[in-house]
C-alpha cells in the first residue's frame, strides 16, 4: 500500500484547501492511505469551506493507526489569517513540514507532499530557511541535492537555487557542474526510467557567453564540463533555445539560476508543474506555485497541481523500487 503524507503549509494561505481537494481526488483509492499533518480546526475549515466528504479520522500519533484512508495529525489548533503572513502560520507550516519528514525518513510513509509556505512567516517563527529544498537537505544532512522541476512539457533543474543574481556567478564551478549533472543524470534514471538521459545545459551570460565576448564563465567553466559528457548538451542561449522549443529534443534542462528555468516552465506548466528535490533519501513533490494569499479561503484554488505533485510522488517511489531490485531504469 502506498501512504503519503501532506503537509498543510502555511494555513493563511491555499494550502488546506488545495490539500483537501487532491485527497478528495485520491481518497477512494483501495491502494493508498494519507496523513495530513495539519491542525483539526483547520482540516475541518477547509472541508466545510468545499463542502467535501472525506473518510477520515483526526488523530493526535501516527501509532494510532485505523484503517480510514486519511488520518489528519494534529498537534494543537491555530486561528486562521487568510491572506496575512504571520510568525504563528510560520511555526505551524515549520512544525507541519518537521513532522512529515520525519514520518518519511522513519518509514512510515512513501512520500511526502508539501503544500505552499510562507517564507516570510517562517523567518518570522525564527527560522531563517529560504525554502523547503534546503530545510529537508538540512534535516537529512543531505549536501548534494538538486531542485528539479517536472510537467508533461518540461523537466528542468536548477544549479544555484534560492540566490541572489550578484552571487550566482561566483557560485558555478567546475565542480558544481560536475556535482549537479551526476544529480540530475541518477535521478532522470532512478527517478524517471529513463535509461539513456538527454540533458541540456543552459549558459549563464547573453547569448550563452558570444564565445567569451559577454562573459568568460561558459569558455572557462561550463563548456569543459559539458565535454566530459557524451549525454549533455549545450551551453544554449536561453532566449532562443525556448523560442525554438529545443527544450522538447531533451530529457531535462538545467539552468544556471531560478528563473532562467522557472519563467519558460511556468509559461508551459504553471497550473501542473511540480517541484522535487533530487538527491534525498526520502520523496518530496510540492506544488509550482506559492500560497496565493489573495485567493486564500474563497474556495477558487486550483488543485491540479497538487494533483500532480501526488502522482509523481508515487511513480518516483515505485521506481526507485524498480532500480533497487534490478538495478536498471
Not at 156 to 161: D, E
Not at 229 to 237: K, T
Request: charged letters at 20%; hydrophobic letters at 40%.
Amino acid at each position: 500500500m502506498m501512504k503519503i503524507v501532506f503537509t498543510c503549509g502555511d494555513v493563511n494561505g491555499i494550502g488546506p484547501e488545495i490539500v483537501v481537494k487532491t485527497l478528495a481526488k485520491f481518497s477512494g483509492s483501495k491502494n493508498k492511505k494519507f496523513y495530513f499533518v495539519c491542525p483539526a480546526n483547520v482540516f475541518l475549515s477547509a472541508l466545510d469551506l468545499t463542502d467535501i466528504k472525506l473518510d477520515y479520522e483526526i488523530i493526535k500519533d501516527i501509532e494510532s493507526e485505523t484503517t480510514k484512508p486519511v488520518q489528519v495529525i494534529s498537534r494543537r489548533n491555530v486561528k486562521i489569517k487568510p491572506g496575512y503572513d504571520s510568525s504563528l502560520s510560520g511555526l505551524t507550516a515549520y512544525h507541519s513540514i518537521k513532522e512529515a519528514f520525519e514520518i518519511c525518513a522513519s518509514g512510515k510513509a512513501d512520500a511526502m507532499v508539501t503544500a505552499p509556505i510562507s517564507k516570510s512567516a517562517i523567518n518570522l517563527a525564527g527560522f531563517n530557511f529560504p525554502g523547503h529544498t534546503e530545510m529537508l537537505a538540512g534535516w537529512s544532512n543531505t549536501k548534494n541535492f538538486v531542485m528539479m522541476f517536472l510537467s508533461k512539457k518540461l523537466k528542468a533543474a536548477l544549479v544555484t537555487i534560492h540566490e541572489s543574481i550578484k552571487d550566482v556567478p561566483r557560485l558555478i564551478s567546475k565542480r558544481n557542474l560536475n556535482n549537479v549533472l551526476s544529480i540530475i543524470n541518477h535521478s532522470l534514471v532512478k527517478d524517471f526510467g529513463i535509461a539513456e538521459p538527454r540533458i541540456a545545459v543552459l549558459g549563464l551570460n547573453p547569448h550563452a557567453g558570444e564565445s567569451g565576448l559577454i562573459g568568460k564563465e561558459e569558455k572557462n567553466i561550463i563548456v569543459p564540463v559539458i565535454r566530459k559528457y557524451e549525454n549533455i548538451f549545450g551551453p544554449f542561449s536561453p532566449d532562443a533555445f525556448f523560442a525554438n522549443h529545443h527544450y522538447r529534443n531533451y530529457d531535462i534542462v538545467m539552468g544556471m539560476y531560478h528563473d532562467q528555468v522557472l519563467i519558460p516552465f511556468k509559461m508551459l506548466s504553471f497550473s501542473s508543474g511540480v517541484n522535487y528535490t533530487a538527491g534525498l533519501k526520502i520523496v518530496r513533490t510540492s506544488p509550482d506555485h506559492g500560497t496565493a494569499f489573495d485567493i486564500a479561503w474563497k474556495n477558487v484554488a486550483d488543485p491540479q497541481s497538487t494533483i500532480e505533485a501526488c502522482y509523481y510522488a508515487e511513480q518516483i517511489v515505485k521506481r526507485r523500487m524498480n532500480y533497487a531490485k534490478t538495478g536498471k531504469a
